[in-house]
């Protein structure tokens, strides 16, 4: 049941199909929406997805001479990620060519970021990659830590960071 004097609400947008999106997403709520608001306060709705825009997923894998998936993107909601941390410990022995963490992009497979192996050489490296206008990764997808050896001798670690948005409610920060 709708209030008889619904709290007005802002929207200071131009994009027209933006603004229907939102008003048919807001109508949804307006049961749960506080009946009186001190005058003190202003209710706000952001519109813009890249104002106040925090990290809210962390995830983490190890691996050693085999590949290990990171996070799974969801099939509805859009990831964008943030950072990719990446580090790598190998003996003298281990013969790898590269440890990576990989995505897709615009249905391109990607190494977002890479460490080449020194074959025959004891390595510990460890490199980060932060963006600062975050990456929209497929949906459906994996981001994976994959380690490219012949022997076994190694562990990679990888750390990502990122933010989803439900594509039915705002616009793509792609677009931007």
């Known amino acids: 049941m709708r209030s008889p004097n619904p709290t007005p609400i802002i929207i200071k947008n131009n994009d027209i199909q933006i603004t229907e999106q939102l008003v048919a997403k807001l109508e949804q709520y307006t049961d ?65 060519v590269k440890t990576a963490v990989n995505a897709t992009i615009k249905g391109t497979a990607t190494d977002i970021l890479a460490i080449p192996g020194i074959t025959l050489t004891v390595q510990n490296q460890s490199a980060t990659i932060t963006f600062d206008k975050p990456i929209p990764i497929d949906n459906s997808t994996n981001i994976t830590l994959t380690n490219s050896t012949n022997a076994a001798n190694i562990l990679a670690n990888a750390t990502i960071t990122g933010f989803e948005v439900d594509p039915t409610i705002t616009q793509t920060l792609d677009n931007n």
């Open 32 to 96: 749960q929406l506080p009946k009186t608001i001190n005058p003190n306060l202003q209710m706000t709705l952001e519109v813009n997805p890249w104002l106040q825009r925090q990290a809210t997923i962390v995830k983490n894998a190890s691996s050693g001479a085999t590949s290990a998936t990171i996070y799974a993107t969801p099939a509805l909601i859009n990831f964008y990620l943030c950072s990719v941390s990446l580090s790598v410990i190998k003996d003298v022995t281990a013969t790898s």
